[in-house]
């Protein structure tokens, strides 16, 4: 019999995964495709045909033949996903609207890790990196998850899972370079550890070109980096099964500042040399009583440090989760759980930018229910659940789910979602002053105004009311259609109100607060149509389309950043022989708003091209030549909100090689 228990209320979405264990993408038929196992949905492995989500799977071959060398620029595949660029080592990433460099609405799990960060609610893109071809899949999850992942999974879930060590075993070498990704190379190796135990380690390391500014110059976004890292899995008896990993990294990004100051011209445009440094550790246990019952225990650590020349951060965090799932008068299945999280940060701050305090330590508790019912065996189901938490900031928060999913058959599934999530406020919004732009000396004060955001310590939770319908259908046996339409009713957005001005002597400039509220109201509703074609044996079509209509105050997109209203992506996946593959990647992007002061910038749309082309000539041998943005020079992705000059995003050629053994 087979169940169906989501986690999410979410809208539904098309899931490529392109690879079952052993076979190359096209050697998949679309129903296959439906049938690749997924566990972000519900915190257990099912079909993803099962799944009540919004879900899209980007498999190890996607990410191959897309020719992507970092998380972000995979996820460019998934439809209801706004990933744009902002230069060499900064993405703004999130799921159905509000894209900005400090996203806070969009989840972002590594293994189940959690890569959120308590200073903005969000997730440095830049830090988090894996071996790529260690990735055995990314779930995407497009709308609520919180029932399940707790707040701040408001329009969506990332999880990036990498593939069990003893699929890694022997050696894997790769490198290659070109002309914006320089050099790159990376070494892993697997083996047996023990009669049930395997285990891999790695190392890779990569320098990345500066891309053009507006002004044509160089941008001075040249980066580098270096990881490592190993996994271990264990089977310990018949039911228990162990797994423990870690990462250390470093890195360097170049960046271009417009740092403001109270003296003509009222900014100083220089180049800094960020660093980062960071690592992790996590353990997670796994108890199986029966088919219909299971538990499992998880612990990670993660560090990070991040030095600039207008701030530095230090944060550590400490999670455990607890999860047990059970079957209940054979028609209920129950998932329930216990969480906790601690983070500790030190912030070291500047003339523009103060913490205070500088040290702080903020607890989370949580605890969560779902049960899920079957109405009509192995046709009509009905999820409830709810996730309790109890965060420093705003105490109590309470997230319910309610969904019902209908499948008249094999080849149809129908659904309704209605969900509450909410986003909690940051560390940044309760504690942080910082100097966003001094203006020259106007009437009527006749000196430098310094215009600074200042937190508030009674910051409330953003919150929405989540509408979604789905269906999706493989009537034909050569395509997949799934569709999806939501529609999220925001409350309490975060914005900056004026507060009264005041002259500081020491600095001899009038200062106005901008001090952090929740005055903004929003609505947002789409649609995302997402479909594959196998239309011949050796010849695979992806297709994606997503319009979203965004409703909130003009003033707003300063604040809260925007997303274009629609986009298109098209893949063209070829192998006339099994050695030889071709793949071409069209993307459009609509007129987008900026969110720098004001956001009366728009940045043009645009249309890029992707192509790749790859050759084995032996077996455990490939060589392949990718190049990327090429329709153009150079275009325009994103404008930072704060501090960093615009910059271009330019056209790119590189090879690779890479030997299995």
Same mark, same amino acid.
């Given at each position: 019999?087979?169940?169906?228990?989501?986690? &999410?209320?979410?809208?539904?979405?098309?899931?490529?995964?392109?690879?079952?264990?052993?076979?190359?993408?096209?050697?998949?038929?679309?129903?296959?495709?439906?049938?690749?196992?997924?566990?972000?949905?519900?915190?257990?492995?099912?079909?993803?045909?099962? $799944? $009540? #989500?919004?879900?899209?799977?980007?498999?190890?071959?996607?990410?191959?033949? /897309?020719?992507?060398? /970092?998380? !972000?620029?995979?996820?460019?595949?998934? +439809?209801?996903?706004?990933?744009?660029? @902002?230069?060499?080592?900064?993405?703004?990433?999130?799921?159905?609207?509000?894209? $900005?460099?400090?996203?806070?609405?969009?989840?972002?799990?590594?293994?189940?890790?959690? *890569?959120?960060?308590?200073?903005?609610?969000?997730?440095?893109?830049?830090?988090?990196?894996?071996?790529?071809?260690?990735?055995?899949? @990314?779930?995407?999850?497009?709308?609520?998850?919180?029932?399940?992942?707790?707040?701040?999974?408001?329009?969506?879930?990332i999880n990036v899972i990498t593939k069990h060590s003893s699929k890694t075993q022997g050696g894997l070498v790769a490198a290659g370079g070109?002309?914006?990704?320089?050099?790159?190379?990376?070494?892993?190796?697997? #083996?047996?550890?023990?009669?049930?135990?395997?285990?891999?380690?790695?190392?890779?390391?990569?320098?990345?070109?500066?891309?053009?500014?507006?002004?044509?110059?160089?941008?001075?976004?040249? %980066?580098?980096?270096?990881?490592?890292?190993?996994?271990?899995?264990?089977?310990?008896?018949?039911?228990?099964?162990?797994?423990?990993?870690?990462?250390?990294?470093?890195?360097?990004?170049?960046?271009?500042?417009?740092? +403001?100051?109270?003296?003509? !011209?009222?900014?100083?445009?220089?180049?800094?040399?960020?660093?980062?440094?960071?690592?992790?550790?996590?353990?997670?246990?796994?108890?199986?009583?029966?088919?219909?019952?299971?538990?499992?225990?998880?612990? &990670?650590?993660?560090?990070?440090?991040?030095?600039?020349? %207008?701030?530095?951060?230090?944060?550590?965090?400490?999670?455990?989760?607890?999860?047990?799932?059970?079957?209940?008068?054979?028609?209920?299945?129950?998932?329930?759980?216990?969480?906790?999280?601690?983070?500790?940060?030190?912030?070291?701050?500047?003339?523009?930018?103060?913490?205070?305090?500088?040290?702080?330590?903020?607890?989370?508790?949580?605890?969560?229910?779902?049960?899920?019912?079957?109405?009509?065996?192995?046709?009509? %189901?009905?999820?409830?659940?709810?996730?309790?938490?109890?965060?420093?900031?705003?105490?109590?928060?309470?997230?319910?789910?309610?969904?019902?999913?209908?499948?008249?058959?094999?080849?149809?599934?129908?659904?309704?979602?209605?969900?509450?999530?909410?986003? *909690?406020?940051?560390?940044?919004?309760?504690?942080?002053?910082?100097?966003? *732009?001094? =203006? +020259?000396?106007?009437?009527?004060? &006749?000196?430098?105004?310094?215009?600074?955001?200042?937190?508030?310590?009674?910051?409330?939770?953003?919150?929405?009311?989540?509408?979604?319908?789905?269906?999706?259908?493989?009537? @034909?046996?050569?395509?997949?259609?799934?569709?999806?339409?939501?529609?999220?009713?925001?409350?309490?957005?975060?914005?900056?109100?004026?507060?009264?001005?005041? &002259?500081?002597?020491?600095?001899?400039?009038?200062?106005?607060?901008?001090?952090?509220?929740?005055?903004?109201? =929003?609505?947002?509703?789409?649609?995302?149509?997402?479909?594959?074609?196998?239309?011949?044996?050796? %010849?695979?079509?992806?297709?994606?389309?997503?319009?979203?209509?965004?409703?909130?105050?003009?003033?707003?997109?300063?604040?809260?950043?925007?997303?274009?209203?629609?986009?298109?992506?098209?893949?063209?996946?070829?192998?006339?022989? +099994?050695?030889?593959?071709?793949?071409?990647?069209?993307?459009?992007?609509?007129?987008?708003?900026?969110?720098?002061?004001?956001?009366?910038?728009? @940045?043009?749309?645009?249309? *890029?091209?992707?192509?790749?082309?790859?050759?084995?000539?032996?077996?455990?041998?490939?060589?392949?030549?990718?190049?990327?943005?090429?329709?153009?020079? /150079?275009?325009?992705?994103?404008?930072?909100?704060?501090?960093?000059? !615009?910059?271009?995003?330019?056209?790119?050629?590189?090879?690779?090689?890479?030997?299995?053994?």
């Amino acid at each position: 019999m087979r169940k169906i228990i989501a986690g &999410f209320l979410l809208a539904g979405g098309l899931a490529v995964e392109a690879a079952t264990e052993g076979k190359d993408a096209l050697e998949l038929n679309v129903e296959d495709l439906l049938n690749v196992e997924v566990t972000s949905v519900s915190k257990k492995a099912q079909a993803l045909n099962d $799944a $009540a #989500a919004a879900i899209f799977v980007i498999s190890n071959e996607d990410i191959k033949r /897309s020719g992507a060398t /970092s998380i !972000p620029e995979a996820l460019r595949m998934a +439809p209801g996903l706004d990933v744009a660029r @902002i230069d060499g080592n900064k993405w703004a990433v999130s799921a159905r609207g509000f894209n $900005a460099r400090f996203a806070n609405k969009l989840l972002v799990l590594i293994d189940g890790r959690n *890569t959120y960060s308590r200073l903005f609610s969000g997730t440095y893109w830049e830090n988090q990196d894996v071996m790529m071809e260690d990735v055995e899949r @990314i779930e995407v999850i497009r709308g609520p998850g919180a029932t399940l992942w707790g707040a701040n999974a408001v329009n969506g879930v990332i999880n990036v899972i990498t593939k069990h060590s003893s699929k890694t075993q022997g050696g894997l070498v790769a490198a290659g370079g070109g002309t914006e990704e320089q050099g790159f190379g990376a070494f892993r190796y697997g #083996a047996a550890l023990g009669e049930n135990t395997t285990g891999r380690v790695f190392v890779k390391g990569f320098k990345r070109d500066q891309n053009t500014d507006a002004r044509g110059n160089g941008a001075g976004d040249d %980066w580098d980096r270096v990881q490592g890292g190993f996994r271990i899995d264990s089977r310990l008896t018949l039911a228990d099964d162990f797994k423990l990993q870690g990462d250390l990294y470093h890195s360097h990004l170049n960046q271009t500042l417009l740092v +403001p100051s109270v003296v003509p !011209p009222y900014g100083d445009l220089g180049r800094d040399k960020a660093e980062a440094y960071g690592g992790n550790v996590l353990g997670r246990w796994q108890h199986t009583f029966s088919t219909q019952s299971d538990l499992s225990l998880q612990l &990670f650590y993660d560090y990070y440090r991040r030095n600039e020349s %207008w701030m530095s951060e230090g944060r550590d965090t400490l999670d455990l989760d607890f999860e047990h799932r059970l079957n209940v008068f054979d028609k209920h299945e129950l998932i329930w759980g216990l969480g906790y999280q601690l983070t500790a940060d030190r912030l070291g701050s500047s003339v523009i930018f103060n913490m205070s305090p500088a040290h702080r330590k903020n607890q989370l508790y949580s605890a969560f229910v779902q049960d899920e019912m079957e109405l009509i065996d192995q046709t009509l %189901w009905f999820t409830l659940g709810c996730k309790f938490e109890h965060n420093d900031f705003t105490g109590f928060e309470g997230q319910p789910t309610a969904r019902l999913m209908w499948a008249p058959d094999l080849n149809h599934r129908f659904w309704a979602a209605m969900s509450r999530a909410v986003r *909690t406020p940051s560390r940044g919004e309760a504690n942080m002053r910082l100097t966003t *732009t001094v =203006a +020259p000396p106007t009437a009527p004060f &006749f000196v430098p105004v310094d215009l600074t955001l200042q937190g508030n310590r009674n910051q409330l939770s953003e919150d929405v009311l989540a509408y979604e319908i789905g269906y999706r259908t493989t009537m @034909i046996k050569s395509l997949s259609v799934d569709v999806t339409a939501f529609y999220n009713d925001y409350a309490h957005l975060r914005d900056a109100v004026q507060g009264t001005p005041y &002259f500081d002597p020491l600095r001899g400039v009038v200062v106005q607060p901008l001090l952090f509220s929740n005055n903004i109201k =929003a609505k947002t509703y789409g649609v995302e149509l997402a479909m594959v074609w196998q239309m011949l044996d050796w %010849w695979r079509w992806d297709a994606n389309y997503s319009v979203l209509k965004t409703e909130l105050p003009s003033a707003a997109t300063a604040v809260i950043g925007v997303s274009p209203q629609q986009r298109v992506n098209l893949r063209s996946a070829i192998n006339v022989i +099994p050695e030889l593959d071709f793949d071409v990647w069209f993307r459009y992007v609509d007129t987008n708003a900026s969110a720098t002061s004001g956001g009366d910038r728009y @940045i043009r749309d645009y249309v *890029t091209m992707d192509a790749r082309l790859a050759w084995r000539p032996a077996a455990g041998l490939e060589v392949s030549l990718v190049g990327q943005n090429l329709l153009t020079s /150079s275009h325009l992705e994103y404008v930072q909100e704060n501090l960093v000059v !615009p910059t271009l995003i330019d056209r790119g050629m590189y090879g690779k090689i890479s030997w299995s053994f």
